[in-house]
Protein backbone atom coordinates (compact mmCIF):
# COMPACT_ATOMS: atom_id res chain seq x y z
CA UNK A 1 0.00 0.00 0.00
CA UNK A 2 1.43 3.69 -1.27
CA UNK A 3 -0.20 6.61 0.32
CA UNK A 4 0.65 10.03 -0.79
CA UNK A 5 -0.35 13.39 0.62
CA UNK A 6 -0.65 16.85 -1.69
CA UNK A 7 -2.27 19.52 -0.32
CA UNK A 8 0.62 21.47 2.36
CA UNK A 9 2.02 25.03 1.68
CA UNK A 10 1.88 28.23 3.64
CA UNK A 11 -1.34 29.80 4.99
CA UNK A 12 -1.88 33.21 6.50
CA UNK A 13 -3.56 32.51 10.48
CA UNK A 14 -7.31 32.04 9.80
CA UNK A 15 -7.16 30.67 6.66
CA UNK A 16 -7.73 27.29 5.21
CA UNK A 17 -6.03 24.40 3.69
CA UNK A 18 -7.78 20.80 2.41
CA UNK A 19 -5.13 17.93 2.51
CA UNK A 20 -5.67 14.77 0.43
CA UNK A 21 -4.38 11.24 0.66
CA UNK A 22 -4.63 8.72 -2.14
CA UNK A 23 -4.10 5.20 -1.55
CA UNK A 24 -2.86 2.82 -4.18
CA UNK A 25 -1.81 -1.51 -4.07
CA UNK A 26 -3.93 -3.49 -1.66
CA UNK A 27 -6.46 -1.57 -1.11
CA UNK A 28 -8.72 -3.74 0.49
CA UNK A 29 -6.11 -4.39 3.36
CA UNK A 30 -7.18 -0.92 4.88
CA UNK A 31 -9.50 -0.85 7.42
CA UNK A 32 -8.69 2.56 9.08
CA UNK A 33 -7.54 5.83 7.61
CA UNK A 34 -6.24 9.05 9.65
CA UNK A 35 -3.90 12.09 9.64
CA UNK A 36 -1.26 12.74 12.44
CA UNK A 37 1.24 15.73 12.62
CA UNK A 38 4.64 16.07 13.21
CA UNK A 39 7.22 18.83 14.49
CA UNK A 40 10.89 18.75 14.88
CA UNK A 41 11.84 16.86 18.39
CA UNK A 42 8.05 16.48 18.88
CA UNK A 43 6.14 12.95 18.66
CA UNK A 44 3.92 12.29 16.38
CA UNK A 45 0.54 13.36 17.36
CA UNK A 46 -3.32 12.32 16.21
CA UNK A 47 -4.98 15.15 14.41
CA UNK A 48 -7.85 13.50 13.41
CA UNK A 49 -8.57 9.47 12.53
CA UNK A 50 -11.64 7.12 10.52
CA UNK A 51 -12.87 3.80 10.66
CA UNK A 52 -14.04 2.31 7.12
CA UNK A 53 -17.50 3.60 8.68
CA UNK A 54 -18.37 6.75 9.79
CA UNK A 55 -17.08 6.78 13.20
CA UNK A 56 -13.73 9.64 13.51
CA UNK A 57 -12.10 11.06 16.17
CA UNK A 58 -10.28 14.69 16.47
CA UNK A 59 -7.67 16.22 18.86
CA UNK A 60 -9.24 18.56 20.97
CA UNK A 61 -6.96 21.36 19.54
CA UNK A 62 -8.77 20.79 15.99
CA UNK A 63 -12.26 20.10 16.98
CA UNK A 64 -14.35 22.21 15.06
CA UNK A 65 -11.54 23.41 12.98
CA UNK A 66 -10.63 20.45 11.03
CA UNK A 67 -12.80 17.68 8.96
CA UNK A 68 -11.81 14.13 8.17
CA UNK A 69 -13.44 12.62 5.28
CA UNK A 70 -12.87 10.05 2.72
CA UNK A 71 -13.79 9.55 -1.25
CA UNK A 72 -13.75 5.59 -1.34
CA UNK A 73 -14.31 5.84 -5.46
CA UNK A 74 -11.32 7.79 -5.49
CA UNK A 75 -9.59 5.75 -2.84
CA UNK A 76 -8.33 9.02 -1.07
CA UNK A 77 -9.03 10.64 2.51
CA UNK A 78 -8.75 14.05 2.97
CA UNK A 79 -8.49 16.71 5.68
CA UNK A 80 -10.18 19.71 5.35
CA UNK A 81 -8.48 22.57 7.95
CA UNK A 82 -9.75 25.87 8.52
CA UNK A 83 -9.27 28.61 10.92
CA UNK A 84 -5.91 27.28 10.31
CA UNK A 85 -3.29 28.90 13.72
CA UNK A 86 0.18 29.25 13.71
CA UNK A 87 0.41 26.41 16.16
CA UNK A 88 -1.22 24.14 13.49
CA UNK A 89 2.17 24.19 11.48
CA UNK A 90 3.86 20.84 11.80
CA UNK A 91 4.68 18.01 8.80
CA UNK A 92 1.31 16.27 8.44
CA UNK A 93 1.32 12.30 7.53
CA UNK A 94 -1.23 10.57 6.16
CA UNK A 95 -1.86 6.52 7.65
CA UNK A 96 -3.32 3.52 7.07
CA UNK A 97 -3.95 0.23 8.98
CA UNK A 98 -5.05 -2.70 8.81
CA UNK A 99 -6.90 -3.49 12.43
CA UNK A 100 -10.65 -2.97 12.57
CA UNK A 101 -12.24 -0.48 14.68
CA UNK A 102 -11.08 2.93 15.30
CA UNK A 103 -7.27 4.02 16.53
CA UNK A 104 -5.80 7.26 17.79
CA UNK A 105 -2.31 5.52 18.38
CA UNK A 106 -0.12 5.91 15.90
CA UNK A 107 1.73 2.42 16.49
CA UNK A 108 -1.62 1.08 15.39
CA UNK A 109 -1.36 2.28 11.90
CA UNK A 110 0.60 -0.01 9.33
CA UNK A 111 0.87 2.59 6.22
CA UNK A 112 2.52 5.82 6.25
CA UNK A 113 3.08 8.72 3.43
CA UNK A 114 6.31 10.76 2.82
CA UNK A 115 4.30 13.84 4.60
CA UNK A 116 3.51 17.46 3.72
CA UNK A 117 4.30 20.53 5.26
CA UNK A 118 1.94 23.19 6.53
CA UNK A 119 3.01 26.19 7.52
CA UNK A 120 0.91 28.73 9.62
CA UNK A 121 2.67 32.30 9.48
CA UNK A 122 1.39 35.95 8.58
Known amino acids: VELVETGGGLVQPGGSLRLSCEASGSLFSINGMGWYRQTPGQERELVAVMDSGISTRYADSVKGRFTISRDNAKNTVYLQMNSLKPEDTAVYYC?????????????????WGQGTQVTVSS
Open 95 to 111: AGKVSLGIAAMAREYNY
